[in-house]
C-alpha cells in the first residue's frame, strides 16, 4: 500500500510525538494526517480507502479509549493502535477487548509499530472489501421484483418450486420462471451461492 491509496491517524496531544510519528509513517511512503484531541479526529470525514489509527490512550478531555468507544457506538470500523507511556495492564486489556490492533508501550522499536500499521492497513482494506460486498449485493436485492423477491426469500429458506407456487397459489411453471430471472439479477450459479449472498445481508427468513 501507498501513500495514494491508504492513510495513517494520528491522534496524540503531544506536538513532539505528532512529528516523530509522521516522519516515520512518511519514511514508509504512507501518508499520515495528525490531530492534537480525540475531538478534532471525529470531526474529521473517513475517506472509504484503507485506514488505521495511531492513538495515545491518554490525553485531556476525551481519552483514547472514550475515543474508541465512540467510534464503536458510531460504528465506524477502524482498526486502532494504541501508544502510551503511562499506560496499565486493565487498559490494555480493556483497548484489546474492544477491538484494538495492538498496544505499544513508550518507548516502542520503530518497526514494530510499522508492522501494527501495516497489519491495520490490511485489515481495513479487507473490511472495506466486505462492506462493498454486502453493498453490491443488497443493490441485486433491490433490483428484484415483488414476485421475484418473494421467491428469492422462500428458495433461500430452503422451499421446493412446489412448495413456493403453493404458499403463493400460482402456477409452478410460473414459480420457475421467475426463478431464472431472480437468479440471474443475483448473480447467482448456484442455490448454494444464493444462499451464501443471503447470509451476507442477514436475509430475513419467511413469515
Known amino acids: 500500500m501507498t501513500s495514494s491509496d491508504s492513510?495513517?491517524?494520528i491522534v496524540d496531544d503531544n506536538p513532539l510525538v505528532r512529528d516523530s510519528l509522521?516522519?516515520?509513517?512518511?519514511?514508509v511512503d504512507l501518508r499520515a494526517e495528525i490531530f492534537s484531541s480525540a475531538r478534532d479526529f471525529l470531526e474529521n470525514e473517513l475517506p472509504e480507502i484503507p485506514c488505521c489509527l495511531v492513538l495515545d490512550i491518554r490525553m485531556p478531555g476525551m481519552s483514547g479509549l472514550d475515543l474508541q468507544g465512540e467510534l464503536a457506538t458510531?460504528?465506524?470500523?477502524?482498526p486502532i493502535i494504541f501508544i502510551t507511556g503511562h499506560?496499565?495492564?486493565?487498559m490494555s486489556v480493556e483497548a484489546m477487548k474492544s477491538g484494538a490492533v495492538d498496544f505499544l508501550q513508550k518507548p516502542f522499536e520503530d518497526q514494530k509499530l510499522l508492522d501494527a500499521i501495516h497489519s491495520a492497513l490490511e485489515l481495513s482494506k479487507c473490511k472495506l472489501e466486505q462492506i462493498r460486498g454486502k453493498e453490491t449485493i443488497k443493490q441485486r436485492v433491490a433490483s428484484l421484483s415483488s414476485r421475484?423477491?418473494?421467491i428469492f426469500i422462500r428458495v433461500v429458506a430452503g422451499m421446493l418450486n412446489k412448495q413456493i407456487a403453493y404458499d403463493l397459489k400460482i402456477n409452478e411453471n410460473?414459480?420457475?420462471?421467475?426463478r431464472y430471472r431472480m437468479?440471474?439479477?443475483m448473480k447467482a450459479e448456484s442455490l448454494a451461492e444464493l444462499i451464501q449472498l443471503a447470509a451476507k445481508v442477514n436475509i430475513p427468513p419467511v413469515n
Open 148 to 150: 421475484e423477491h418473494e
Open 183 to 185: 437468479m440471474r439479477k
Open 74 to 78: 458510531m460504528e465506524i470500523p477502524i
Open 7 to 9: 492513510v495513517v491517524y
Open 22 to 27: 509522521v516522519h516515520l509513517v512518511e519514511s
Open 174 to 178: 410460473t414459480i420457475k420462471t421467475h
Open 87 to 90: 499506560g496499565t495492564i486493565s
